[in-house]
T-cell receptor, first 113, second 114 residues
C-alpha cells in the first residue's frame, strides 16, 4: 500500500529564506505524487503534481518539487518565503489510476518577519 | 462556478444524535470522496464513490454511511455520534483524469460531538 511520510510537523523560516518541506513515499508501483496547501479555515488546494513526466515540477506561487526515485522523495521547495506562504502543506500519493489519494500528516509552515 | 459545496460549515452534536453532512458538486465529476482531518494526522479517507450508485469504504469507515443516488450529491451520514467523530470533514471530487487535475475540495464541515 502506498504511503507518504512528511518529516517535520512544523517548519519555521524567515521571510526571504529558502523553504524546504520534506516528503518521502513508499510505493510498490510508480506513483503519482501531489502537494496540497491548506490555508486556515479553508479546504485544500493543489500546488503541484508529479505524473511521470518531468522530474522537476513547477507549481503555483513559486513552489517546485523534484521527484527522486533513488531516494523515494518528493520534497517541496521555494527559493524565497513570503508571509503569505504560511499554511499547512500536505504531500499525497496515489496509484496510477488516480484514485484514493493517501495523505501525509502535514507540515505547518510558519514564516517569520 | 461553485465547485464542491459542503453544508453545514459548523455543527455541534450531542452523543448519540445523528446528522447528515451534505456535499454537492457541479463539475460533473464521477469520483467523490469523504475525508476527515484530525490535527497531526493528515486526512483519512472515510468513503468514496466512483459514480452514481457505487460506493466503497476507505480507511476509517466505522460509524459512517454514505449514498450516491446522483452524480452531483454525496451525503455522509453519522447515525450515533460519538466524541471520536469530532473532526473536520472534507468532501472532494475528481474527474476520471484526477491525475491531471487533482482533487477539488470543499471548504469543510467542523463537527464537535459533546
Amino acid at each position: 500500500a502506498q504511503s507518504v511520510t512528511q518529516l517535520g510537523s512544523h517548519v519555521s523560516v524567515s521571510e526571504g529564506a529558502l523553504v524546504l518541506l520534506r516528503c518521502n513515499y513508499s510505493s510498490s508501483v510508480p506513483p503519482y505524487l501531489f502537494w496540497y496547501v491548506q490555508y486556515p479555515n479553508q479546504g485544500l488546494q493543489l500546488l503541484l503534481k508529479y505524473t511521470s513526466a518531468a522530474t522537476l515540477v513547477k507549481g503555483i506561487n513559486g513552489f517546485e518539487a523534484e521527484f527522486k526515485k533513488s531516494e523515494t522523495s518528493f520534497h517541496l521547495t521555494k527559493p524565497s518565503a513570503h508571509m503569505s506562504d504560511a499554511a499547512e502543506y500536505f504531500c499525497a500519493v496515489t496509484p496510477g489510476d488516480g484514485n484514493k489519494l493517501v495523505f501525509g500528516a502535514g507540515t505547518i509552515l510558519r514564516v517569520k518577519s | 462556478n461553485a465547485g464542491v459545496t459542503q453544508t453545514p460549515k459548523f455543527r455541534i452534536l450531542k452523543i448519540g444524535q445523528s446528522m447528515t453532512l451534505q456535499c454537492a458538486q457541479d463539475m460533473n465529476h464521477n469520483y467523490m470522496y469523504w475525508y476527515r482531518q484530525d490535527p497531526g494526522m493528515g486526512l483519512k479517507l472515510i468513503y468514496y464513490s466512483v459514480g452514481a450508485g457505487i460506493t466503497d469504504k476507505g480507511e476509517v469507515p466505522n460509524g459512517y454511511n454514505v449514498s450516491r443516488s446522483t452524480t452531483e450529491d454525496f451525503p455522509l451520514r453519522l447515525e450515533l455520534a460519538a466524541p471520536s467523530q469530532t473532526s473536520v470533514y472534507f468532501c472532494a471530487s475528481s474527474s476520471r483524469g484526477s491525475v491531471d487535475y487533482g482533487y477539488t475540495f470543499g471548504s469543510g464541515t467542523r463537527l464537535t460531538v459533546v
